[in-house]
């Protein structure tokens, strides 16, 4: 078992998971508006979501991957490619960070977790980023591959959740932190570059 890979992992992971992304606008804004419960219910159904697309991943991909390992070095390679473009999408971008509070209407706790769960389930782009991200970590000889694909969406669930929840708590100095410092939005947009860029190369160079 390749420990070194599954710690870089968990790191890239972290990494991903306090970018300022959609969804952790979204779980702010919710926070903000409607109170630290409501941040954290959104927050639950967005990452169990993500069991959705692991199950995908582990029962199409691996079956592929068994198959020849050819087609694993050209999924890592789409990976990088991917996390490539995102960078590109995130240097294209203003870099600024929108707070307003259209669009958050007040829902019951349930009605939240289920919000939260279809919007992530119905995001192709989740998908598309876990086929892009997860194959290149895949850290054990011995161990299935729809088992380690299960594990790492453990993994990516649990500490994208942690890092959700810890945003839902300090949301209103976290709210209050954004607005009034303006190079926030650009300081976090160069680090998602760097983080996208960073992964993707370690995916391109990576050998197993």
Not at 17 to 42: C, F
Not at 105 to 127: A, C, D, W
Not at 171 to 179: C, P, T
Request: proline fraction near 2%; glycine fraction near 8%.
């Amino acid at each position: 078992m390749n420990y070194d890979l599954l710690y870089t992992f968990i790191i890239a992971t972290a990494a991903l998971a306090i970018t300022p992304g959609p969804d952790i606008i979204y779980v702010l804004m919710q926070s903000v508006i409607n109170g630290r419960k409501d941040g954290i219910a959104t927050a639950f159904g967005l990452v169990s979501g993500c069991l959705i697309h692991t199950t995908l991943l582990a029962f199409g991909v691996s079956a592929l991957i068994k198959e020849n390992i050819l087609i694993l070095t050209c999924i890592k390679v789409f990976g990088a490619l991917y996390l490539f473009y995102l960078a590109y999408k995130v240097f294209k971008s203003s870099g600024q960070i929108d707070l307003k509070s259209d669009a958050i209407p007040k829902k019951n706790i349930v009605s939240l977790f289920r919000q939260g769960f279809i919007m992530n389930v119905l995001n192709p782009k989740v998908t598309i980023f876990f086929l892009a991200f997860f194959p290149g970590f895949l850290f054990s000889d011995d161990i299935s591959v729809q088992f380690q694909f299960y594990i790492l969406g453990f993994i990516f669930i649990l500490i994208s959740f942690i890092v959700f929840v810890i945003i839902a708590i300090l949301s209103g100095m976290v709210s209050k932190y954004i607005k009034s410092n303006k190079k926030v939005g650009f300081i976090l947009k160069w680090m998602q570059i760097v983080v996208f860029i960073g992964i993707g190369v370690y995916l391109l160079f990576l050998n197993k």
